[in-house]
């Protein structure tokens, strides 16, 4: 039997809900030596954590061989950060102590808290539920957890980094001593050791956590993209990869709430997720992520716990996550029960230091991208089209009837074609993206002219490699001031404190004409200064080198001679001080406010051993 150290009840549920074995984490907390005592378990996101906690608390509710006893007071609580995260909780409780008869409450934030206290009151044996919402209930009297024999803290390091510590430690310290108190997480950092010292007694340590920090079911990939053509680069992500599911991650809702609209205007079946919306709001978004009515969930970082979708195989971060673990939760929503996903960082070029520091601490190998092309594009959907329309099909008379009437009208060639483009033009379009071939040397060799760049004007910028100046940021900042577009720039040279670039001679006024009007936009980047330059790169290095000079202007020559604002030095090395007028000659004298100086001590006989005031 492959449930055998399982109670009937609870083995009957997994085999019926098609479970042949159990996870790592799940064998670990239902052996011999886990049975009875307080656990600190660490294992990653998606390794059924939930399914663990449930079979460890067992022993302690399964009272009778197929039942529980009579539900008054709760007898195990469960605490997880986030509604979602509870409410998923409390689904796979349901069913897998269904056939045990359990009794479970969910009190959560969002939902009508006098329909919780009725559940309450009626009796529970299990009570699901967020911080907030348990200490509501726990200070009205309405949660008694006098009899309570387990209590289960999921995702414990999210609800202190969410600022719950306060609440956690008024609902462990009403509930009994002796119950077990078994403490979940991915991660382990020192405020979850703090909190495990003060309320476990002799804890089991079980990590499943392997050294590979990122999920091994889950492609990690970076795609680098100028700052401002992320929504550009989101887009084509999705249109390339085509998942059945794929969620985008913000870091505000101000940022979730822009991109749905963005998302939406393009055509993708797309909902957001974020703390402005309500619960039946967020019910519904999943619900259509589910029902396959929606295929994009654009989130902030309240999603990325608790959402456990097995159609989801694309997590998207728009936004660089704050830390690895940000990241490792984030993107533990793929890659979850064996199936295979794909994570993807999108990287502004100035950040990829920060990025690449951040994979290193988190030991992840990532897969370093470019952003896909409409090209590339067309041709995962001609590979995606030829496997569908290949694939055996099962038609009934009235399919092949209809069949028969097209192609007596048309030809074969011709319905295909018009199959094709019917297909296409149901797929939102890809977007153009800045790609390379602009130049940035700095040596003066020679560039390939392309077409309509024999005659130009050459412009500088007063940035330069010392402020991170990089042509794939400064093309789409020229593009923008100066109204034109990236195939109007010709050469771009970078050197260390100014960048030389070239514009077509015929669109020169009109693009000096931009730039005055946008040099006070409010923008950032209206700041840099943009000017026609004197002569070539080539020329103004050899111009700089002959003066000696740099950007700021030839040095003074000679003595810089006396400071005007300062005067001249006063002379010799102890010139008489004007405010407190020349020291007193021989003894000072007696200390006015002191008295006389004292007598010198005697001296002390040698005794071995330390300084006085150090101590050994």
Not at 193 to 203: E, G, I, M, N
Not at 591 to 611: H, L, S
Request: proline share 7%; net charge positive; with cysteine.
């Amino acid at each position: 039997m492959p449930f055998s150290k399982l109670p009937p009840a609870l083995s009957e549920a997994l085999s019926a809900h098609g479970y042949t074995s159990l996870t790592p984490v799940q064998t670990a907390v239902i052996e011999d030596e886990a049975r009875g005592r307080d656990m600190v378990v660490s294992a990653q996101t998606g390794s059924g954590k939930t399914v663990a906690f449930g079979l460890a608390l067992a022993d302690d509710l399964l009272t009778e061989e197929r039942g529980l006893p009579v539900a008054e007071k709760p007898l195990a609580l469960i605490i997880a950060p986030t509604r979602e995260l509870a409410l998923q909780v409390s689904r796979e409780l349901m069913w897998l102590y269904a056939k045990a008869g359990a009794r479970i409450a969910t009190c959560v934030g969002g939902m009508d808290a006098s329909k919780e206290r009725r559940s309450l009151h009626h009796g529970a044996h299990i009570v699901v539920g967020t911080p907030g919402r348990l200490r509501d209930h726990l200070e009205r009297g309405a949660l008694d957890l006098s009899c309570l024999k387990g209590v289960v803290l999921d995702e414990a390091d999210e609800m202190l980094d969410m600022g719950f510590r306060d609440d956690l430690e008024e609902i462990l310290d009403a509930s009994p001593a002796e119950r077990r108190t078994l403490l979940f997480s991915a991660t382990m950092p020192k405020p979850i050791v703090s909190l495990a010292k003060r309320y476990q007694r002799d804890a089991l340590r079980i990590s499943t956590v392997g050294e590979d920090r990122g999920h091994g079911d889950i492609g990690y990939q970076v795609a680098t993209v100028a700052p401002a053509e992320i929504e550009q680069a989101v887009v084509n992500l999705l249109r390339f990869h085509e998942a059945e599911t794929a969620m985008l991650f913000c870091a505000t809702r101000d940022n979730v709430r822009r991109l749905h609209a963005t998302l939406q205007e393009r055509g993708f079946a797309v909902v957001a997720l974020s703390g402005e919306h309500s619960q039946s709001e967020r019910n519904n978004a999943l619900q259509a992520l589910r029902d396959r009515r929606a295929r994009v969930c654009v989130a902030t970082d309240v999603a990325a716990r608790g959402i456990d979708l097995p159609t989801l195989s694309l997590v998207v971060h728009v936004e660089i996550p704050r830390d690895a673990e940000a990241l490792q939760h984030r993107s533990g929503r793929t890659g979850r029960a064996g199936k295979k996903g794909v994570a993807v960082l999108i990287v502004p070029y100035p950040r990829r230091r920060r990025v690449e520091s951040m994979l290193r601490g988190a030991r992840i190998n990532a897969e370093w991208i470019e952003t896909p092309t409409p090209d590339d594009i067309r041709m995962k959907d001609r590979e995606r089209l030829l496997e569908a329309l290949l694939a055996p099909v099962e038609a009934d008379e009235e399919d092949r009837t209809l069949a028969a009437q097209l192609l007596g009208q048309r030809s074969a060639e011709d319905i295909a074609a018009a199959y094709v483009q019917m297909h296409r033009s149901a797929m939102p379009r890809a977007e153009e993206l800045l790609v390379g071939g602009v130049s940035s040397r700095a040596d003066g060799k020679p560039d390939h002219h392309r077409d309509g760049f024999e005659d130009v004007v050459w412009f500088r910028m007063d940035i330069g490699r010392r402020q991170n100046a990089d042509p794939r940021w400064i093309l789409p900042v020229l593009c923008r001031r100066g109204h034109i577009t990236k195939n109007e720039i010709g050469a771009i040279r970078i050197a260390a404190t100014e960048t030389h670039f070239q514009v077509p001679r015929r669109i020169a006024d009109k693009f000096m004409s931009a730039l005055a009007r946008t040099a006070n936009d409010g923008e950032e980047e209206s700041g840099i200064r943009i000017e026609p330059a004197e002569g070539t790169p080539r020329e103004a290095a050899r111009e700089h080198k002959k003066r000696g000079d740099g950007p700021r202007g030839p040095r003074p020559e000679g003595d810089r001679g006396p400071r005007p604002d300062r005067g001249p030095r006063p002379e010799g090395n102890f010139a008489p001080r004007p405010d407190r007028g020349p020291r007193p000659e021989g003894d000072r004298g007696p200390r006015p406010d002191r008295g006389p100086r004292a007598a010198p001590a005697q001296a002390r006989p040698f005794r071995k051993g330390p300084p006085k005031g150090r101590r050994p």
